[in-house]
C-alpha cells in the first residue's frame, strides 16, 4: 500500500530526529528565524537526546552522582542512539539502562554501576504504585497458619543485586555532588515498600529472609516459605514481626 | 472528593509543578485561581503525584494538559493513552482537557517533542479522524493548543491560524491559544502575531496559555524557561480585550522560580485583564 504525503513527511521527520536529517525532508522545510532548513532541523534533532538525557538523568541521578557528567551523558548519548523510546510517557524511559551501563567500559572502575541503576529503577517504579493497605500485624497474626498463603502487597520490591548499593544510593539524595563510593563489596538483598503512605521504606534482608519472601511472593504456604528458607525459629519470628509491621501483607488465604 | 470551588470567567492559574508540592501542600491561600497538570505526569501514577494532585483538586479547580496525544500522528492516538487518560479525568473532573496541534513521532519511536504539521487538507482531515476518536474515548471535548514552530512546510496551503480554526471547526473541538507560540511562531516566520490573535474566533477558545521563550539569534526558542517578555503582555492583552472569559494560564517548565515569583506572574495577567474590562472607562 502507497503512503500518503503525510505519512512520508511524519516518517521522514522522526528519521530526522533520531538519526541523520533527511534529505527529502529538508527540501520539503523552510527554516525559521534565519535558520536554514537543515539548521531548523537541527532545532528538533538536538531537543531530541537533551529531552531523553535528563529523563534518564531523573531516574538515574545516584548512577549519574557516581559516573560524573561526562561519562553519564557518553553513557545517555549511546543508548538513547540504539533505544527508541516507545512509550508515550518520557518518564518510562530507561529500562534496560542498567544493563547497558554495566556492559560499557566505566564498568571496571564501578563495577557496582548496574546494580545501582536497578535499584534507582526499582524506587521509581514504586514511588508511582499505589500505597497498599497491609493486615494490622493483630489480624495477621490471628489468620496466619503455617499452611497460610499471605499475598504481599503490590508496593512492595524484593531486590537481590550482587553489590552493597544501598549505602551508596541512599547517601544524601539531595545532593548533586560527584559520590566517590568506597564500599560495595559482597552481595546484597533488600525489600522496598510504602507502609500505607506514600512514603518509601527499605531494609536489608538476609538470604533466608529474602529466600521466604521471595516464596511468598511465588504464592508458596508460609510453613514452606519459611522451611525453604532455612530459617530457624527466631529468624521466622523477626521475619513474621517485620513483614507485620511493614504492613506487607494485605491477605491471608487458607490454612 | 467534595465539590472543588467552581470555574469562574477569566480566572488566572499556573501549571502544577512539582518544585512547589511542599509551598502548595501546606494549602496556603493563593493569588492563583486554578491549576493546570501535566496529564502524563499523573495518568501512570498511583503514589505521590496523584496524592498531590487530588488534593490540590479539593481546593482548585484543575484542568488537564497533555503532551503525548499526537492528535496530528498518521498512526492515531494510542488507545492505552486514551484509557488512561480517561480514568485520570473520571478521578480528577478537570474542567478541560487539552493537548497539542501537533505529531510527537510514531508508536515505534516517540520522540516526545511537539513537531509541527504542515497545514493541509490531509492534516486537517487527520486531526478531525483523530480528535473524533479521543473525544469518544475521553467523552469531552479537547481543546487543542497552537505551537512554537521553527520550520514551515513547503506543501501548506493555509496559514497557522486558519489551520488552528479549521482543525477546530472541522473536529469539533476547541482552541487553547498559547499567546507566546503564536508570538514566537510569528517572529520565526515572519507574519505578524497580531492578526493571528485577532483572527481566532472568541467563541472557540477555551484557555490561553502564557509562557517565555529565549531569542537564540537566529531564532526564537520556545523555552518557557523565563517569565512572558514584554511584547507577549502586550499581545495577552491585545487577546483579553477579546477574551474576556477564557482562563488564563501561565506555563512555567525550566528553571522554574520559587512559588512567590510565579504567582506574581498569574497576578499581572489578572491585573492586565482587569484593566481590560474593569478599569477602563466604558
Redesign the interface.
Known amino acids: 500500500m502507497s503512503s500518503?504525503?503525510?505519512?512520508r513527511?511524519?516518517?521522514r521527520?522522526?528519521r530526522s530526529?533520531?538519526f541523520a536529517a533527511d534529505a527529502d525532508l529538508i527540501a520539503?522545510?523552510?527554516?525559521?528565524?534565519?535558520?536554514s532548513?537543515a539548521?531548523?532541523?537541527g532545532?528538533?534533532r538536538d531537543?531530541?537526546p537533551a529531552?531523553?538525557t535528563e529523563a534518564l538523568g531523573e531516574t538515574y541521578e545516584a548512577c549519574w552522582r557516581v559516573l560524573g557528567d561526562e561519562e553519564f551523558f557518553a553513557a545517555a548519548r549511546d543508548f538513547i542512539a540504539r533505544a527508541?523510546?516507545?512509550?508515550?510517557?518520557?518518564?518510562?524511559y530507561g529500562e534496560g539502562f542498567p544493563e547497558f551501563l554495566e556492559s560499557r567500559p566505566h564498568a571496571e572502575d564501578a563495577p557496582f554501576i548496574g546494580d545501582l541503576a536497578r535499584l534507582e529503577w526499582a524506587f521509581l517504579r514504586?514511588?508511582?504504585?499505589?500505597?497498599h493497605e497491609g493486615l494490622e500485624p493483630a489480624a495477621l497474626a490471628a489468620a496466619a497458619g503455617s499452611e497460610s498463603i499471605l499475598r504481599l502487597g503490590a508496593a512492595c520490591v524484593l531486590l537481590s543485586l550482587k553489590h552493597s548499593v544501598y549505602g551508596i544510593w541512599k547517601r544524601d539524595r539531595a545532593d548533586d555532588t560527584p559520590l566517590e563510593p568506597t564500599e560495595w563489596d559482597g552481595a546484597q538483598r533488600l525489600v522496598l515498600y510504602k507502609r500505607g503512605t506514600?512514603q518509601i521504606f527499605a531494609r536489608e534482608l538476609s538470604v533466608p529472609e529474602h529466600a521466604a519472601l521471595t516464596a511468598l511472593a511465588q504464592g508458596r504456604p508460609l510453613g514452606a516459605a519459611l522451611d525453604t528458607a532455612g530459617l530457624d525459629e527466631d529468624g521466622a519470628r523477626e521475619l513474621f514481626a517485620f513483614a507485620a509491621d511493614a504492613r506487607l501483607i494485605v491477605a491471608v488465604v487458607g490454612g | 472528593m467534595k465539590t472543588a470551588p467552581g470555574v469562574r470567567a477569566g480566572m488566572t492559574g499556573v501549571g502544577l509543578r512539582s518544585v512547589h508540592y511542599p509551598d502548595l501542600l501546606g494549602r496556603p491561600s493563593t493569588a492563583v485561581d486554578w491549576f493546570e497538570a501535566i496529564s502524563?505526569?499523573y495518568?501512570?501514577?498511583?503514589?505521590?503525584?496523584l496524592?498531590v494532585l487530588l488534593k490540590i483538586r479539593e481546593d482548585y479547580p484543575v484542568a488537564l494538559h497533555g503532551v503525548?496525544l499526537?492528535v496530528g500522528?498518521?498512526e492515531g492516538p494510542?488507545s492505552?493513552?486514551l484509557r488512561r487518560l480517561r480514568r485520570l479525568a473520571d478521578r480528577v473532573d478537570p474542567f478541560l482537557v487539552s493537548d497539542h496541534l501537533c505529531?510527537?513521532?510514531?508508536?515505534?519511536?516517540?520522540?516526545?517533542?511537539l513537531?509541527p504539521?504542515?497545514y493541509?487538507e490531509?492534516?486537517i482531515v487527520?486531526v478531525a479522524r483523530n480528535v473524533a476518536i479521543a473525544q469518544d474515548a475521553l467523552g469531552r471535548r479537547l481543546a487543542l493548543e497552537n505551537v512554537s514552530?521553527?520550520?514551515?512546510?513547503?506543501?501548506s496551503v493555509m496559514t497557522e491560524w486558519e489551520f488552528l480554526i479549521a482543525v477546530a471547526r472541522r473536529a469539533d473541538c476547541r482552541i487553547l491559544l498559547d499567546v507566546n507560540n503564536a508570538y514566537v511562531?510569528a517572529?520565526?516566520?515572519g507574519f505578524a502575531a497580531e492578526d493571528y490573535i485577532d483572527a481566532v474566533p472568541a467563541e472557540l477558545v477555551a484557555q490561553i496559555h502564557l509562557g517565555g521563550y529565549s531569542d537564540?539569534g537566529?531564532?526564537?526558542?520556545d523555552t518557557h524557561s523565563r517569565a512572558p517578555t514584554p511584547p507577549v503582555w502586550e499581545l495577552y492583552r491585545r487577546a483579553v480585550r477579546r477574551l474576556p472569559d477564557a482562563p488564563t494560564l501561565i506555563e512555567w517548565d525550566a528553571d522554574i522560580p520559587e512559588w512567590a515569583g510565579l504567582e506574581a506572574q498569574a497576578v499581572q495577567a489578572r491585573a492586565i485583564r482587569r484593566e481590560e474590562h474593569e478599569l477602563k472607562p466604558a
Open positions: 500518503s504525503p503525510l505519512e513527511l511524519q516518517r521527520f522522526v530526529v533520531t520539503a522545510v523552510t527554516g525559521g528565524g534565519r535558520l532548513a539548521e531548523a532541523i532545532v528538533y531537543a531530541y529531552r531523553l527508541p523510546s516507545r512509550s508515550y510517557n518520557m518518564s518510562d514504586l514511588f508511582h504504585t499505589r500505597a506514600n | 502524563e505526569n495518568m501512570d501514577s498511583e503514589g505521590r503525584p496524592e503525548s499526537s500522528g498518521v494510542r492505552d493513552y505529531f510527537t513521532g510514531a508508536h515505534a519511536s516517540n520522540v516526545h517533542d513537531l504539521l504542515p493541509t490531509e492534516a487527520t514552530s521553527y520550520l514551515s512546510y513547503r506543501e511562531s517572529r520565526n516566520h537564540m537566529t531564532f526564537l526558542f
